[in-house]
């Protein structure tokens, strides 16, 4: 398996450009998440996915901040108008929900945004 | 609200000697997990090692160890013989119920040839 597979690895853009970063979960992973890497702030949950239904998405941060899971798949998160404090590294991670038992998450390589 | 404490920002440790990462979490549930990643250069995220609540055993992975402290809520990482290649960043991480994974904010760990 290819593991957890995110586009772009790295991102530049201009402020108030709009950003979309893809994610591909694992194939039979039914859990997905999206966590956004700071110094200032670590490891942050953004929102998660069950089935491909938002479970949770308090941690996004602002309206300017969506995603999306149109299938089992595929996964967006997208940023409209982008800002220079949205630079970070933003992970996909995916996990099987099924059985009794923890599963391990596995995280993608991250895409490193950077926001002029 | 569930949270995880890594009050060490920055360790050394030389290289083939024992280190230990120190965390703390909060949390009111009752069946929980524990678990610390590595995040090398690469940024890759890597398990290390896990720990289930209910088991009183600490979980071992090779040099990788855990002191798991229940009632105390402490979990750390203990590394021995350490390598060049443990140089990374170290987080706890705990998911309580069914609830996602909260992470600590890390802990930098170099190897001092």
């Known amino acids: 398996d290819a593991g957890v597979i995110q586009s772009p690895r790295h991102e530049v853009t201009e402020m108030g450009q709009e950003v979309t970063l893809r994610c591909k979960p694992i194939?039979?992973?039914?859990?997905l998440f999206w966590y956004r890497q700071t110094m200032m702030r670590g490891l942050e949950l953004l929102i998660y996915?069950?089935?491909?239904?938002?479970?949770?998405d308090s941690g996004m941060p602002e309206d300017r901040f969506s995603a999306k899971m149109p299938n089992a798949s595929f996964s967006t998160l997208k940023i409209q108008p982008s800002e220079p404090r949205d630079s970070a590294v933003y992970f996909c991670?995916?996990?099987?929900?099924?059985?009794?038992?923890?599963?391990?998450?596995?995280f993608g390589p991250g895409t490193r945004l950077t926001v002029l | 609200a569930q949270t995880v404490t890594q009050s060490q920002p920055e360790m050394s440790v030389q290289e083939a000697e024992t280190v230990t990462l120190s965390c703390t979490y909060d949390?009111?549930?009752?069946?929980?997990?524990l678990f610390w990643y590595k995040q090398p250069p690469s940024r890759q995220m890597i398990l290390v090692i896990r720990?289930?609540?209910?088991?009183?055993q600490n979980a071992t992975e090779n040099r990788f160890s855990v002191n798991f402290q229940k009632a105390a809520k402490s979990f750390s990482l203990k590394i021995s013989d350490s390598q060049l290649g443990d140089a990374a960043m170290y987080f706890c991480?705990?998911?309580?119920?069914?609830?996602?994974?909260?992470f600590g904010k890390g802990t930098r760990l170099s190897v001092i040839a």
């Open positions: 949390t009111s549930e009752s069946d929980y997990y």
């Open positions: 720990q289930e609540a209910y088991k009183q």
């Open positions: 991480a705990n998911k309580p119920g069914n609830t996602p994974l909260v």
């Open positions: 996915f069950n089935n491909n239904v938002p479970i949770d």
């Open positions: 991670a995916s996990r099987s929900a099924t059985g009794n038992s923890y599963n391990e998450q596995f």
């Open positions: 194939s039979g992973h039914n859990s």
